[in-house]
């Protein structure tokens, strides 16, 4: 699985190789590299694979309309429902949860002809940045594995990364999918709210949450996400999408936000970030700094409705109608809480609890409704900026993959690690992470870039 998902999809329309070998190759790299990489919760029962390979091989030789795609191996988060396949969040209160329906954007794929592999790892209910908070252990980073692969879509970027899948379905709430792919050296594309239909999508944040992309290039990227774009009236939150390209002949405007390119970041990222700019400059882009507003309240705004949308969604989790339940409980109040303190990991727990603060008559307006008018403000500032502006480039993270257990003491620390990618979340622009080097160690680090939401198609051209 070395090569692009366009260039195996297209070896396999010339017939120099078929779907089924190809699905063998992704099980026989998946066998190799599975016990030290844990990029997995669920590998798909070979038989059906094989048959899923089959199955596409056939309408590809019978020239069916199929996608460039077709009898290629993908994986999916497991936060998005496969029917007949577990699909447990990472965490224990759904390790057995097995539903009865496929998410909308992998019957795309399936559609497409696109081979399912198997759900990759996350942080529990998408909850962290490393893939540690997952209920089946860590995901190790494919470049060093000792260190974090990122999150929550931490499983996905691995196995792309490591060439177990040509590409994968990540999920985005504050840079989910941006910024594990930054930390595994791959692109990660955030397509703006609505682009892509959540039906199928077990919600973390349902006002942020998007589905995205993994993938080796912008190419596959691209094609993957033509796929994907469709308006589904399952989704009440779901666009038709209107793209828009750069005019013709235009020289390419690209802005960065002085705030964003100061500390908390790493040396060595930030002349990463000075070196993408200067390259740029030298394909004739105009490239220039700005101030973007409210920047400073990017995390806190975030945190504070993201959190409030957690204890909404995972009241459901009860114990009493699907998810784990407690045993021997004494009373069906009894039944509840021990369901959720054994079902739910520590840092679900704690943005739960963070989240029904904000909520509490008490606190309402004091935090999560002066939240949302800064959220209106933050939306604001991105539109001024790109009104002027056809790029906006940062960093993705302040610094590249950090050791693993750097933030089990210090959440806090991991929160500010989402500086840089929750403001086009809270924004709801696309947004994608493009590999932009590597450090003196090795480690690759990842550039961002932010476009209006009208224009996601030139920020994959």
């Not at 500032?381 to 950090?402: G, I, K, N, Q, R």
Request: charged content about 25%; hydrophobic content about 40%; aromatic content about 6%.
């Amino acid at each position: 699985m070395d090569m692009s998902a366009l260039e195996l999809g297209k070896r396999i329309r010339e017939g120099k190789t078929d779907a089924v070998a190809a699905a063998k190759a992704a099980l026989d790299r998946i066998r190799e590299k599975e016990e030290s990489l844990g990029a997995f919760i669920h590998v798909l029962p070979e038989d059906t694979i094989l048959r899923a390979a089959e199955d596409a091989q056939r309408r590809i030789e019978r020239k069916e309309a199929l996608s460039p795609l077709a009898g290629v191996p993908f994986a999916v988060k497991d936060n998005l429902c496969v029917k007949d396949c577990p699909t447990t969040c990472g965490s224990k209160m759904l390790k057995d949860y097995v539903p009865a329906y496929t998410a909308h954007a992998v019957t795309r794929l399936l559609n497409a002809g696109a081979v399912l592999i198997g759900k990759t790892n996350m942080d529990e209910f998408a909850m962290g940045s490393t893939t540690e908070t997952s209920f089946f252990g860590a995901t190790k980073n494919p470049y060093d594995p000792a260190r974090s692969p990122g999150g929550s879509s931490g499983g996905s970027a691995a196995a792309v990364a490591a060439g177990e899948v040509s590409f994968a379905l990540g999920t985005d709430t504050g840079g989910s999918v941006r910024q594990p792919a930054s930390h595994c050296g791959i692109v990660g594309f955030k397509p703006g709210y609505g682009t892509v239909s959540r039906s199928g999508l077990i919600a973390y944040a349902s006002s942020l949450d998007v589905v995205g992309v993994l993938a080796k290039d912008l190419a596959d990227a691209k094609a993957v996400m033509e796929l994907l774009t469709d308006k589904d009236p399952a989704d009440m939150t779901s666009v038709e999408a209107a793209f828009e390209e750069n005019e013709e002949g235009k020289p390419l405007r690209i802005g960065i936000p002085k705030s964003l390119r100061d500390d908390p970041l790493d040396p060595e990222v930030r002349a990463l970030l000075m070196k993408t700019a200067e390259e740029w400059r030298e394909k004739g882009a105009e490239v220039s700094e700005f101030d973007l507003a409210l920047t400073e309240a990017f995390v806190p705004v975030y945190y504070t409705i993201a959190t409030a949308e957690a204890s909404s969604n995972l009241e459901r989790y009860d114990g009493v109608k699907y998810g784990h339940r407690a045993q021997n409980a004494g009373s069906i109040t009894d039944l509840m809480e021990r369901s959720r303190e054994e079902g739910f990991g520590e840092e679900v727990k704690r943005r739960i609890l963070m989240g029904t603060f904000v909520l509490s008559r008490e606190y309402y307006d004091a935090y999560y409704r002066r939240a949302l008018r800064l959220r209106a403000a933050i939306r604001r500032a991105y539109e001024e900026a790109l009104s002027s502006y056809d790029l906006l480039l940062t960093p993705v993270t302040p610094s590249p993959a950090p050791l693993l257990g750097t933030f089990e003491k210090s959440p806090v620390r991991m929160y500010a690690d989402d500086l840089y990618t929750v403001g086009p979340s809270l924004a709801g622009l696309p947004a994608v992470s493009i590999p932009a080097g590597k450090t003196k160690s090795g480690l690759p680090v990842g550039m961002q870039y932010v476009v209006k939401g009208s224009a996601e198609q030139h920020i994959i051209d």
